[in-house]
């Protein structure tokens, strides 16, 4: 069983910033695969960005390329998501999931996850 928090989330305006950070037990994190998804009101959890611990890939949704990064300290056993120029399409819960097998881009794939934490940007 592996137990992932997330914290970060915010009120924030848009074109500011905010890092979530998402810590998941296990003597395995440098392997697991990290993704952070979303969920905004009505809509369907949709793909963020992924951080693969086996080989090192990182990918992110056309929409947030160039404004977010993933990175992971697998040290302190936690991957961030560095959120710059929000936007308030960003509005959404975020979710951090953990897999053990390969990278995906469907939560479906993902064996464990976080309660969620709120982002919301006002214009």
Known sequence: QVRVVESGGGLVQAGGSLRLSCAA???SFSTYTVGWFRQAPGKERAFVAHSSGRDFITDYADSVKGRFTIS????KNTVYLQMNSLKPED???YYCAVQQGTNSYRSIDYD???QGTQVTVSS
Request: hydrophobic share 30%; proline share 0%; no cysteine.
């Open 91 to 93: 509005t959404a819960v």
């Open 112 to 114: 464990y996850w976080g």
């Open 25 to 27: 037990s296990g003597r």
């Open 72 to 75: 992971r300290d697998n040290a």
